[in-house]
């Protein structure tokens, strides 16, 4: 009589664990070429839910008795994703604070999103000197009547499909101009507009930039990255940027947003708030913006509610540096 065979279940399962750490670490590394890449990019977005799956992935090879050096490749990995994300939460210098705050609201309704009076009590409820309404489509635009007469100065080009904009203000505006985004491709209508705090003028942009869902179309939101750089670097004046980038602050392009403006994000030290899609909550992608120039303190800056639209709002309490 023989021997029964082994089961080579624990053995197969430690193999296909394995297989797994390695195709994350190779995905992760990918995700880190964003510059050269289309799905890169678009990988990159997901940094928090890489390093869930990293510390998982890692946690389970601890308890293996081999493969030293995918213990030691997901270790890095994990430390390096952790590092990028928990760096959001570390308070970078600031200028002196003005004495006079301004608060700027970002909010992306969806331009599909027939909650009208939520999103509308949720702009009232933070009571911003300066709302940007992106995918204001037509609907919006009757439908925002009803604060016009809380924020009395207004620029508003709304649009039958999804890249509609308006900026409310109840501060009035020393000038205020549209930009059509790569004009020649699409129709993505952009606003700035200038108010002035304290004898100081602020310059506000709000953009809302093509979702890179497809390669030709993250060609063109790259393409509307520089042009908003270079209408930004028309004037030195204090600049806040505000918006739905369509790009998360892992992304390479961010990076070179930023250098590109000399702008720094308003992020940092408030953590990732995460944005999109709303109903995710931290799990979430922080894809909504606000840049500021170097002359301007960040009070405070903090997300709204889900109130029917795909994005949580951004507000941010400023001021011009004296």
């Keep these: 009589m023989t021997d029964a065979p082994k089961p080579e ?72 994703a952790g590092f990028q994300i928990a760096s959001l939460w570390f308070a970078p210098p600031q200028p002196t604070p003005g004495k006079t705050q301004i608060r700027i609201m970002s909010f992306n309704v969806l331009a599909t999103n027939e909650q009208f009076s939520p999103a509308i009590f949720e702009i009232r409820k933070h009571d911003p000197d300066v709302v940007a309404v992106l995918e204001y489509a037509n609907q919006w635009h009757d439908a925002c009547e009803f604060i016009t007469e809380q924020f009395p100065y207004s620029v508003r080009i709304p649009r039958w499909h999804g890249y509609g904009i308006a900026v409310f203000s109840k501060l009035p505006f020393k000038q205020s101009q549209s930009v059509q985004l790569t004009k020649t491709i699409i129709d993505v209508p952009a606003i700035e507009a200038t108010v002035t705090v304290d004898g100081k003028d602020i310059r506000i942009f709000a953009v809302h930039t093509v979702s890179p869902i497809n390669q030709f179309r993250w060609d063109i939101r790259n393409e509307q990255l520089e042009e908003i750089a270079t209408w930004i670097n028309e004037s030195h004046d204090s600049t806040v940027v505000v918006g739905d980038f369509n790009m998360a602050p892992w992304s390479w392009w961010n990076q070179n947003f930023l250098a590109n403006t000399g702008l720094r994000e308003s992020r940092p030290g408030f953590g990732p708030q995460a944005t999109w899609p709303s109903l995710l909550g931290p799990l979430a992608v922080p894809i909504d913006y606000a840049f500021v120039s170097h002359d301007i303190h960040v009070h405070n800056r903090f997300i709204g509610a889900n109130v029917g639209s795909d994005h949580r709002p951004v507000i941010v309490d400023l001021s011009v540096s004296e």
């Design 9 to 80: 279940k624990p053995r197969t399962w430690g193999r296909l664990l394995t297989l797994g750490g390695w195709i994350l670490l190779a995905t992760f590394l990918f995700s880190l070429f964003g510059k050269q890449f289309f799905l890169a990019d678009i990988l990159s977005n997901f940094r928090v839910h890489f390093l869930i799956a990293l510390t998982i992935g890692l946690l389970l090879s601890l308890k293996s008795n081999r493969g030293w050096l995918l213990k030691l490749s997901l270790a890095i990995a994990t430390g390096w």
